[in-house]
């Protein structure tokens, strides 16, 4: 049984799904040091540029390679800019499932990036790679993550208590912990019929090939 996943690219009418690659280090610097990235997410701050190249070089093979998850490039199909950043991780083989998570770049905000991005990934992982579940999980407070899911089919599925970190800004300029709740969502193949052609009827891409 196969538990690693493919050096994999994924491609929608606007958008590519690749390996990370070092030349992406200074736009990930920049994606990573967005202030609602660093309130949603557990990356360090400030996050210099040795980070995005250790993550690219390092922690992304070595998820890859251990079978955790893998992390993709998001980028767009005609200018090769950095959307941003496609993750899988807690992958479970026996299961056939695993998390989900996304990061967009502030100036890509808007557009329904994450939306493709993410419904792309998921008709891979059911279509190709034989998944039978994609988890989400979502911070309380965090409506823009919440539609992402809900676009793409996800069925909020509960409440985890107090099991999310965020941060917050503190009067002196630096970040606070704030602990909130999870919201998980769960995405199984049947939740995607009719998804893709909603998406569409919106303007946003429903065409996906990989390869």
Do not use: H
Not at 55 to 70: F, L, M
Not at 128 to 138: I, K, N, P, S, Y
Not at 152 to 163: P, Q, Y
């Amino acid at each position: 049984m196969t538990t690693t996943f493919p050096d994999i690219s994924i491609n929608t009418d606007r958008l590519v799904l690749r390996a990370l690659e070092e030349a992406d280090a200074p736009a990930l610097t920049e994606m990573m040091n967005d202030e609602l990235v660093a309130a949603w997410t557990a990356v360090p701050q400030p996050f210099n540029e040795e980070a995005a190249r250790t993550w690219i070089t390092e922690y992304a093979p070595a998820e890859r390679a251990a079978g955790r998850g893998i992390d993709l490039a998001v980028t767009e199909f005609l200018t090769q800019r950095l959307v941003g950043v496609i993750q899988l991780g807690k992958t479970n083989w026996r299961v056939r499932s695993t998390e989900l998570s996304y990061i967009i770049a502030p100036w890509a905000r808007g557009e329904g990036y994450a939306s493709e991005a993410a419904l792309a990934t998921a008709q891979w992982l059911f279509g190709d790679q034989g998944f039978e579940r994609v988890e989400l999980r979502t911070a309380a407070d965090n409506a823009a993550a919440q539609q992402v899911a809900q676009k793409i089919g996800c069925i909020s599925e509960g409440v985890l208590r107090g099991a999310c970190i965020a941060r917050t800004r503190t009067e002196g300029g630096g970040w606070a912990d704030l602990r909130t709740d999870f919201i998980v969502w769960g995405l199984l193949p049947e939740d995607l019929e009719g998804v893709a052609d909603q998406m569409a009827e919106a303007g946003y891409s429903s065409f996906t090939d990989w390869s």
